[in-house]
């Protein structure tokens, strides 16, 4: 048979494959999410999360030696304090449980990049993340709580503050707030598209943070939507966000294409614990491997346009990678 082209050509071996790969994951594309808690000797397995951890501030700092050691070039941390409050007054202590961890972990690991999930829900008492004023989430009043808790995650040390409320507006307000206190070089990586999903199911088991009543779909956007996703990284940019974010990454991969094509920021996706524990729960039936099934869709995420990957499998990656 006569054939002008024949693409199993490039399919040929492993070496003409790797010459003609489009898309090559690395491990300095990731971020590696790691949740801290009080008190110490704490290193807990986070039941729907198998191989991710609770760790008290010193163990912590002991795993950050395994991420740095791993290639991994930085995390981005989330708090789980003891006391929770109606005001989440716990996100923006100056002895806050990611304030004391940045604190230590800045010291010990000057190379590390230190990202600071910046969310009330873990510290409000109701899970929800805004300040609430007549049973509803109070956007504005919301804002200046946020912009207090960056500038003390800032002076913690925070290499990158990553807002994950979605109030309107918190962007500009959260730059201000930094800059007003010589905080100029500290980076804001917005969650600028944060569905409402059933994907974050995991990670609220982790944080305590499911809401006592209602739900999140007055803030985080409504899944149906393509268009508002580009309008919300419109106005993240416009208000002064430096890498932008789609989240989750794996049932948005429509919306990372559409954002890496249309901005000229970096793009991260967060591959978030629901797809993380889908994969893992179905290896540990057998079902699925594993490192497959991880790197296929870890690598869709980057096809897609991601740039940077928040990912739960960091550390697994870094070993698949190497
Ligand atoms: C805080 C926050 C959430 C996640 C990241 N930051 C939870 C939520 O919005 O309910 C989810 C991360 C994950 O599922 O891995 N607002």
Redesign the pocket.
């Known amino acids: 048979m006569e054939l002008a082209k024949r693409p199993r050509r490039l399919r040929t071996s492993e070496g003409i494959r790797k010459l003609a790969r489009e898309t090559s994951l690395n491990i300095d594309d990731f971020i590696y ?1 790691m949740f801290v808690v009080e008190g110490s000797g704490i290193e807990k397995e986070i039941p729907s999360m198998p191989g991710i951890m609770h760790y008290s501030v010193d163990r912590l700092l002991r795993e950050l030696e395994n991420v740095q050691k791993a290639g991994i070039p930085g995390v981005i941390l ?1 708090g789980i304090p003891d006391e929770k409050d109606e005001t989440g007054t716990g996100a923006f202590l100056s002895d806050g449980i990611v304030q004391k961890a940045l604190r230590e972990a800045k010291k010990r690991y000057p190379e590390l990049l230190f990202s600071a ?1 910046l ?1 009330l ?2 510290y409000t008492s109701h899970g929800h ?1 805004g300040i609430i004023k007549d049973e509803k989430i109070d956007n504005d009043l919301t804002l200046d709580i946020l912009a207090r808790a960056a500038v003390s995650l800032a002076e913690a040390g925070a290499d990158i503050i990553a807002p ?2 979605m109030m309107d507006g918190r962007v500009g307000v959260i730059r201000k707030a930094l800059d007003s206190q010589a905080f100029t070089d500290r980076a804001i990586m917005a ?1 600028s598209v ?1 569905y409402a ?1 059933s ?6 088991d982790a ?1 305590g ?1 499911t809401p006592a009543f209602g739900d ?1 779909k007055t803030y ?1 956007m409504d899944y149906h939507g393509r268009k508002e996703a580009m309008r919300e990284i419109e106005l993240d940019i416009a208000e002064g966000a430096d890498i932008i974010m789609v ?2 990454a794996l049932a948005y991969l429509d919306i990372l294409h559409q954002a890496a094509t249309r901005f000229d920021y970096p793009l991260a996706a ?1 591959n ?3 797809e ?1 524990c889908m994969i893992k729960a179905a290896a540990q039936k057998g079902w699925i491997d594993e490192r497959g099934a991880a790197l296929e869709a870890l690598t869709a995420i980057k096809r897609a346009g991601a740039q940077i990957i928040i990912s ?1 499998f960091a550390k697994d990656a870094a070993l698949w990678l190497k």
Request: proline share 10%; charged share 25%.
């Open positions: 999410p989330f999930d969310c829900c873990e993340c994950s409320d969650y944060k999903s994907f974050y199911g995991p990670f609220r944080a943070s999140r985080q989240k989750p967060y978030v614990s629901g993380y739960y």
